[in-house]
C-alpha cells in the first residue's frame, strides 16, 4: 500500500509538471507577435493615454493577429504604426525605442504634446509628426537614424536651435521644419544631406547665412519668413522651386554705437556738423540720453546728419499713414460688399428652393412629405448643434420644400445604422449652390447634394478599418482605400490629411456641392462623403487601380496593349476630361495637379482624371503641410508657376505636353539615372521635336517602329505647342482636342 501510494504521488507530480509545460508553451505560442514589439507598443499605448483605439490594449495583445488600427506588420514583427486625425492626446513616451524593427511612424493631424523623445528606434526610416503640439526641440539622438529617408515635423511648437547631428543622414530625402520656433543659424553638419531634395523651414526664426546648402541636390526648398541674411548663393537660386520671401537679404543692422571718426573718414559725419566735443564718436540720434547732447543736436539740426534723420522719421510716419489709412479703407468696403453678396446669395437661396420639390423641380410634394420632413428637421434641432443652430438661424431657414424623403421611411437620425447597411436618410437633392455660397453647418446630415453622406464607422467597415492592404493609391492631397459595399460594390475612398482634414464642414460642404456636379466619361465620379467629427472624406466609384503612370514607366500587361494608335486615343481621353473642366464647367476649373499619377486607366485603355475640382484643397495652406508625402519633382508645372505665378488653364495645357511626351518616350520627366543631357525630358525633347530623325530616335523602343512618320510629326507638333515656355503661345485644350480627334481618324482611314 505504501508503495502504491508512492508512485500515485509520483504520476500527479509528473501529470502536474507536464500541465504546467503545456500551459508555459501554449501562453508563448499563441501570442505572434514579437514580445519586444509587443511591450513596446504598450507603453507607447500607455504615454498616449489609451485613447479609444479599435483592436488596441494597454496590456499585452497581440497587434499582428489582432488587427489593431494603424499598426502594420511583417510576419512577426511591428513594421509601421500609421495613425492620421484620431484626436490622439498624451506624449510619445520614451517605449519607442524599444521596437525592433519598425520603419514608419505616421502620427500627424493629432494633439500629442510634450517633447520628442531620445530615444527614437534606429530603424526608422520614415518620421512624421506634423500638425501636434510637440514642444523641446529635435534630439541630438536623431544622429543616430542613419536609415532616415522621410521626416516631416512642421506645424508643431518646437523652438530652440537645431541640433548639429544630421552628418550621419546621408538617405535623408525630405525634411519638413516648417511653423514651429527654431531660431539661430543651420547646423554645419546639414552640408552631409547628400540625398535632400526637398527641404521646408519656412516661418520659423531661423537666421545666418544659407551657404550650408549649396551643395545639396535640392529641388524643392522654402525658406519663408525667417532670419536669413546676407547673399544667397548662386547655386540655390538654381533650385526649380526656391522660395525665400520675407528674409533680410542683403541688409545688415545699424550698430547702437559708431566706430570712431578717425577710423574711416567715409564713414565719419562732418565735422562742421558736431560740436568740439562730439569728435571723438557720435551716438545716434535713437540712443541718446544726454541732455546736453540732445539741445546740441537740436540747434544744429539744420546742417547736421540729425536734422536729416528727423526729416526722414517724419517722411516715413506719413507714408505708413497714409498707408495704413488706405488699408483700413479698403478693408471697410470689403466686408460691406462682402456681406451684400451673402444677403443676396441668401436670397437668392431662399426664392429658388421655394420651388424645389425632389429631383422633379415641377413635382407637387404632399403633405405627408412636409410632415416628415418637419419631423427630421426637429429631430436634428435637439442634436449636438441646438445653440449652433440658434446662432444661425437666419442662415438657414429650411422649408418643408427643401428636402424629399425617399420611401421607406428612415428610422431616426439619432439612431445608428446597421452596420452592413447604407444610410441614405438625409439625401437631399437640390439646386447647386453657386461657389462661394454659404452652406450651414447644421447641414452636415442634410447635405445640398445628391452625393451620400457616409458615417465614419461605415467607411471603416467598408475599408477593413482603412488597412494598409485596402491602400491603392497614396496622392498629394491624402491616401485612396479600396471600400467593398455589403453587395459587392467597389468604391474608393480619399481621407484628406494635414491641413484639408481639419477645414470647417461649410468650406468641406461647399466642396462637396462643386464637384459632385462633375459628370464626364473621362472624370472619376464623386458619390459621397463623410464630415463626421475631425474627418473629412470624398467617396468616389471605383474604376481602376492602375495609373498612367504606373502602366508607361512601371509596366504590366496594359504596357504591351500601348500600341501607337492606343496612345494617340489615349491622350485623346485625356484632353477631353481637360477640355471639361476649362470649358464645361460653370465656372471653368483648372486641374493643378495635372500628372499621370492622377489618371486612372483599366484593361480597355479607357482613362479617367482624378482629383478634379480640388484645386481650393492645393492651395499654398494646404500643401506647405503634407505629412511626409512632398513632392519631390515638379516636372509637370509650367514655368511660370515655378516663378511664383499662378495656376491658369494654360498651365494644364503645359502639364498636358508632358504627358504626351512621357507617352512618346516612356521617359519619366526627370529621371537621375538617365545620362546628364536626358536627365529633365522637356529640356532634353523639346530642341528635337523638329526633325523626323531625331523623333523616331527618341520614340518608345517598344513600339518597335511601328507607326507612321506623317503622325508622328503630328504628335509631336501638338507636344511642341503645348511645351511653351511662355503661356499665350500655348494652344486652349479645345484646340488639342480638335487636332488628335484628326490624328484618331487619319489611323482609322489608313488601316481601311
Known amino acids: 500500500m505504501v508503495i502504491f501510494a508512492q508512485v500515485n504521488d509520483m504520476n500527479s507530480k509528473v501529470i502536474l509538471w507536464v500541465c504546467l509545460v503545456v500551459i508555459f508553451v501554449l501562453s508563448h505560442c499563441y501570442s505572434f507577435t514579437d514580445e519586444r514589439d509587443v511591450a513596446a507598443i504598450n507603453g507607447f499605448y500607455v504615454a498616449l493615454g489609451s485613447p479609444p483605439l479599435p483592436g488596441w490594449v494597454p496590456n499585452g495583445g497581440d497587434p499582428c493577429t489582432e488587427n489593431w488600427q494603424g499598426v502594420q506588420c511583417v510576419i512577426s514583427n511591428i513594421t509601421a504604426i500609421v495613425i492620421n486625425a484620431a484626436n490622439l492626446g498624451g506624449q510619445l513616451g520614451d517605449a519607442l525605442g524599444n521596437f525592433s524593427s519598425i520603419i514608419t511612424i505616421d502620427l500627424s493631424n493629432n494633439n500629442i504634446g510634450g517633447g520628442i523623445p531620445g530615444n527614437l528606434p534606429l530603424t526608422l526610416r520614415a518620421f512624421f509628426l506634423s500638425a501636434n503640439q510637440f514642444t523641446g526641440s529635435i534630439p541630438d539622438s536623431l544622429s543616430k537614424l542613419t536609415l532616415l529617408t522621410d521626416m516631416s515635423i512642421n506645424n508643431n511648437k518646437l523652438s530652440g536651435d537645431l541640433p548639429d547631428a544630421f552628418s550621419s543622414l546621408t538617405g535623408l530625402i525630405n525634411l519638413d521644419l516648417s511653423f514651429n520656433n527654431f531660431s539661430g543659424p543651420l547646423p554645419a553638419s546639414m552640408g552631409n544631406l547628400s540625398s535632400l531634395t526637398t527641404f521646408h523651414m519656412q516661418s520659423n526664426q531661423l537666421s545666418g547665412l544659407l551657404n550650408v ?15 536669413f541674411s546676407g547673399p544667397i548663393p548662386e547655386k540655390l537660386l538654381d533650385i526649380p522651386n526656391f522660395k525665400k520671401d520675407g528674409n533680410p537679404f542683403n541688409t545688415s543692422i545699424a550698430p547702437s554705437v559708431a566706430p570712431p571718426q578717425s577710423a574711416s573718414p567715409q564713414s565719419a559725419p562732418p565735422q562742421s556738423a558736431s560740436p568740439p566735443h562730439h569728435s571723438g564718436s557720435r551716438i545716434p540720434d535713437t540712443k541718446q540720453t544726454n541732455s546736453s547732447n540732445e539741445a546740441s543736436s537740436q540747434e544744429n539740426s539744420g546742417s547736421g546728419n540729425n536734422g536729416k534723420m528727423s526729416t526722414l522719421k517724419v517722411v516715413a510716419y506719413v507714408v505708413v499713414s497714409v498707408i495704413i489709412t ?69 442662415k438657414i431657414d429650411m422649408r418643408e420644400t427643401d428636402l424629399i424623403i425617399l420611401p421607406p421611411p428612415p ?10 447597411q447604407l444610410r441614405h436618410v438625409e439625401k437631399l437633392v437640390a439646386k447647386p449652390i453657386a461657389p462661394g455660397r454659404h452652406v450651414s453647418t447644421s447641414q452636415i446630415n442634410i447635405p445640398a447634394t445628391s452625393a451620400t453622406s457616409f458615417s465614419v464607422a461605415e467607411l471603416q467597415q467598408y475599408t477593413n478599418y482603412f488597412n494598409e492592404e485596402n491602400l491603392v493609391r497614396d496622392g498629394m492631397l491624402g491616401k485612396v482605400y479600396l471600400a467593398e459595399l455589403s453587395d459587392g460594390k467597389l468604391l474608393e475612398v480619399l481621407k484628406l490629411d494635414n491641413w484639408n482634414s481639419r477645414i ?92 499621370p499619377a492622377n489618371i486612372l486607366i483599366n484593361d480597355k485603355l479607357v482613362v479617367r482624371v482624378t482629383e478634379c475640382g480640388l484645386s481650393s484643397l492645393m492651395s499654398s495652406n494646404s500643401v506647405i503641410q503634407l505629412s511626409g508625402r512632398m513632392r519631390t519633382s515638379y516636372s509637370y508645372e509650367a514655368p511660370e508657376v515655378n516663378d511664383g505665378g499662378e495656376y491658369t488653364d494654360r498651365s494644364d495645357v503645359y502639364s498636358f ?13 526627370y529621371d537621375s539615372t538617365r545620362p546628364r543631357a536626358e536627365q529633365h525630358l522637356v529640356r532634353w525633347a523639346s530642341s528635337q521635336l523638329y526633325d523626323i530623325n531625331d523623333l523616331k530616335r527618341m520614340v518608345d523602343p517598344s513600339l518597335a517602329g511601328r507607326y507612321s512618320e506623317k503622325s508622328l510629326s503630328c504628335f509631336a507638333d501638338i507636344i511642341s505647342s503645348c511645351i511653351q515656355q511662355a503661356p499665350e503661345f500655348r494652344p486652349a485644350i479645345s484646340e488639342v482636342v480638335q487636332d488628335l480627334i484628326r490624328m484618331v481618324k487619319d489611323l482609322k482611314a489608313a488601316r481601311n
Not at 546648402?213 to 532670419?227: F, R, S, V, W
Not at 428610422?411 to 452592413?420: C, R
Open 213 to 227: 546648402l549649396e551643395d545639396l541636390p535640392l529641388k524643392d526648398l522654402n525658406i519663408e519668413n525667417n532670419l
Open 326 to 394: 488706405v488699408v483700413i479703407i479698403l478693408l471697410i468696403i470689403f466686408c460691406i460688399s462682402k456681406h451684400q453678396v451673402r444677403k443676396s446669395n441668401h436670397d437668392k437661396l431662399v426664392k429658388s428652393q421655394a420651388g424645389i420639390t425632389g429631383r422633379r423641380f415641377n413635382e407637387p410634394i404632399n403633405e405627408e412629405h412636409s410632415a416628415k420632413t418637419n419631423n427630421i428637421v426637429g429631430q436634428f434641432a435637439k442634436g449636438d448643434h441646438n445653440d449652433e443652430e440658434k446662432e444661425n438661424k437666419h
Open 411 to 420: 428610422p431616426p437620425l439619432l439612431t445608428p445604422p446597421p452596420p452592413p
Open 504 to 595: 470647417p464642414v461649410d468650406d468641406f460642404l461647399e466642396l462637396v456641392l462643386s464637384i459632385s456636379d462633375l459628370r464626364h466619361a473621362n472624370i472619376a465620379e464623386l458619390v459621397g462623403y463623410c464630415a463626421e467629427f475631425d474627418q473629412r472624406l470624398l467617396v468616389y466609384k471605383h474604376f481602376s487601380k492602375k495609373t498612367l503612370d504606373y502602366v508607361i514607366h512601371v509596366g504590366d500587361d496594359l504596357n504591351g496593349k500601348l500600341s501607337w494608335g492606343a496612345r494617340i486615343e489615349v491622350a485623346l481621353g485625356v484632353a477631353r476630361a481637360l477640355e471639361y473642366l476649362h470649358r464645361g464647367c460653370q465656372p471653368p476649373l483648372v486641374h493643378q495637379n495635372f500628372e
Open 657 to 669: 505636353g508632358v504627358i504626351m511626351l512621357e507617352l512618346l518616350t516612356g521617359h519619366k520627366p
